[in-house]
């Protein structure tokens, strides 16, 4: 019996020195390598042993690879699926994150915890909101009442009773004391501050004066601002690349 390690389990074809069962064999290991159960170089570590047909290294393999699914399985009490080689996983009740080996990426102290979204994350203790990045790094402390991810906005925002504070990825600070901050656009927020609103790109720099009374979104490069009874159209250039 050969074990194939996946997020959810164990693959245990039958293995013989019959074609048909290396044949179940290599369907079992690149449907998991798809659905990106296992890794790139356990996919071609159990590949190459394959290819060579020896089912005595194969079955040393399958020993390797169950140790690790059962120290896994014992370690945690849920594993959830997998987004960007990260998963969410429990212990003690608590949340955090592990790496497709089963090693813990952040501490098990979340009562909150989402799947990570290019290459971040919100998580939150009882009621309080933090961030996190998939390396395991904390960005923001699980302590705001609310929070906006980077994936989100390209920024950092985070509000604190009832007012936002906003940081560019770099640590730029942009402005403080919002009353509003919402995602415009992918890299671009709007934000209000003494009922006037204005734009700001993730690099913090300022595309719309915080000078209107409304901003009316008609596409990811242009708005209708209104101010003072009056209405026009405004077109600023967006780099998507945050």
């Known amino acids: 019996?050969?074990?194939?390690?996946?997020?959810?389990?164990?693959?245990?074809?039958?293995?013989?020195?019959?074609?048909?069962?290396m044949t179940k064999l290599k369907r079992a290991l690149e449907s998991a390598c798809s659905r990106q159960s296992i890794s790139q170089e356990l996919y071609e570590q159990i590949g190459n042993i394959l290819s060579t047909g020896n089912t005595t290294q194969i079955t040393e393999l399958k020993g390797i690879i169950h140790n690790r699914t059962r120290r896994t399985k014992r370690t945690y009490e849920m594993v959830g699926d997998y987004r960007e080689d990260v998963a969410v996983a429990k212990r003690k009740g608590l949340y955090g994150y592990i790496d497709r080996e089963g090693n813990a990426l952040t501490e098990f102290k979340y009562t909150m915890a989402d799947d990570i979204y290019e290459g971040y994350a919100v998580v939150g203790i009882n009621n309080k909101l933090g961030i996190i990045h998939k390396s395991g790094k904390e960005i923001l402390?699980?302590?705001?009442?609310?929070?906006?991810?980077?994936?989100?906005?390209?920024?950092?925002?985070?509000r604190r009773g009832y007012k936002w504070n906003l940081f560019t990825l770099s640590g730029k600070k942009v402005g403080n004391d919002f009353d509003s901050v919402m995602k415009y656009t992918t890299g671009i927020v709007q934000?209000?501050?003494?009922q006037l609103w204005g734009l700001v790109d993730y690099r913090g720099?300022?595309?719309?004066p915080f000078i209107y009374e409304d901003i009316q979104r008609i596409s990811d490069s242009e708005c209708r601002l209104y101010h003072d009874g009056h209405s026009l159209i405004w077109r600023f250039k967006h780099n998507k690349d945050i």
């Open 1 to 21: 019996i050969v074990a194939i390690l996946t997020a959810k389990g164990i693959l245990a074809p039958e293995v013989d020195n019959s074609l048909e069962s």
């Open 141 to 158: 402390a699980a302590e705001y009442d609310d929070v906006l991810s980077p994936a989100e906005c390209g920024m950092i925002a985070y």
């Open 191 to 194: 934000v209000s501050k003494s």
């Open 205 to 208: 720099d300022i595309l719309v």
